[in-house]
DNA sequence: CGGGAATTTGACACTCCTCAACACACGTGG
DNA sequence: CCACGTGTGTTGAGGAGTGTCAAATTCCCG
């Protein structure tokens, strides 16, 4: 809970361009998804891919953002931390979610790496001429702000309403969701779950701490709803109990 | 109340059309703020003005949304309610902000007013062909829906990680600022803060019981934070103090 | 193998919830 | 006019669920 934020902001990740934008695996799920070929082209030729290491900051809260982006591999977390130090992850980003806040120069939370991640990146100018020229672009990020509008105020609802032990498996049901949504793949009873994030992320991002983090999961793997592989890995025996356990109400974000 | 609350989305509030956007008291504030002359006429011969009792349900989570509108006068709350009845606001609509998900036909939250309440309404399928055609709209729709994102998240760090205490003072910022946008007028000392909201909704919106409010709001009057005048509005002695016990980062919405 | 980080476990404290009773304002009808 | 019901808000006693602090354990990587 306490804020161990390693790395100042990195001055210079490894920066380095390839690819086309014709065959990047994640666009479908992006803000690009809807662009035709040549608006493509014009973007593949702006795009520069930033790797990052875990726990490396990309963006600081009330800082000027240099460049927006999209997360091509890996997590990222949004978080902010209050002037005694308690912190709070108010949104995790998978491949194909946008880092940074289009239309404000500066980041009104910090963006922090939580795995291995591969960013493709934007010069904000650029992006922001990009985005008010193409429609295409546009109503993308459109529907994505208003998905992504509802998916926070579910986890109000989590935050605000659920139990310890509730919120670590409404946890559990949404990175399996995201993660199969990314192999077009749908959940099913022993499927097995990464849980990409430490314990004092989990604590951060559910309102808890990292004890009780811990000693949910042991009390939910007792009750059979889990079957802990490793720290990180698990295996779900019956889905449905999993939503149960949940508190209900998660629709896929 | 809770009969009025489980009763069935009611069919035939009181609906007349009068005024002309032109003269509309809190265009700037909503969505059709960019909006020219010729496309204001337009907006116009589509509108009809709907009224609300307190209480009352506009749009039902999980049903189609006949319309989508924006708020004229008085307060409204989005909310989601747990299959065992535990709920949670997870928003309040202010003169100006939007009533119902666009390009969704069914509400993912209960919309509910809370005081008495008008809203500027226009039939789904006629706003969004609206949205669609008409680009001052949509880009007015994405810049509110950023901000909406940025202050949902911002609650979140306040369901996940204030106390109580700074809950309270947190929401008697926000409404305060709200408020004061409407009238163009800033924070100062000695403001009179009016609470549009139940205890229980309130409670509902902070993530605590109607006992706790109470109680929090008891000890901030002691603690000379605030003054009461009645249940529902208070004196702000020093506005500064009361940012301070709001426990930090309230940007305004 | 060694050292630090991540995670788990334990004992205890405290915030906030639960249940219950009470106070108050308001409207209705006898 | 007053008794009554209903909605709203306050107050009190006690307990459950999490947080706090401390230590043991496991994992990871050089």
Not at 243 to 250: H, I, P, V
Request: aromatic letters at 6%; proline letters at 6%; hydrophobic letters at 45%.
């Amino acid at each position: 809970m306490k804020a161990m934020l390693h790395a100042a902001t990195s001055g210079a990740p490894d920066i380095r361009a390839r690819g086309h934008c014709l065959d990047c695996a994640i666009r479908q799920h992006a803000v690009c998804s809807d662009c035709s070929a040549p608006e493509l082209e014009f973007l593949t030729n702006l795009k520069t891919y930033r790797n990052y290491k875990p726990g490396e900051r990309l963006l600081e809260m009330g800082e000027r953002a240099p460049f927006m982006g999209t997360v091509v591999e890996g997590v990222a977390s949004m978080s902010r931390i209050l002037p005694d130090g308690r912190r709070q992850v108010v949104g995790l980003l998978f491949p194909g979610d946008l880092v940074g806040r289009p239309f404000s120069p500066v980041s009104p939370f910090d963006y922090v790496s939580v795995t291995d991640l591969r960013v493709c990146a934007f010069n904000r100018p650029q992006f922001e001429a990009a985005l008010r020229d193409t429609p295409a672009l546009e109503q993308r990020l459109l529907e994505m702000t208003l998905d992504e509008l509802d998916s926070a105020r579910e986890w109000m609802v989590l935050l605000g309403r659920k139990s310890a032990q509730e919120k670590l498996c409404s946890f559990m049901v949404m990175a399996a969701q995201r993660a199969l949504r990314l192999e077009r793949r749908r959940p099913m009873d022993g499927i097995l779950i990464e849980l990409p994030l430490t314990r004092e992320d989990m604590a951060d991002f559910l309102g808890l701490t990292i004890e009780t983090v811990s000693r949910q999961i042991g009390a939910l793997k007792k009750s059979g709803v889990i079957e802990l592989i490793d720290a990180r890995h698990l295996l779900i025996p019956s889905w449905e109990a999993l939503e149960e356990a949940a508190g209900g109400e998660l629709a896929a974000a």
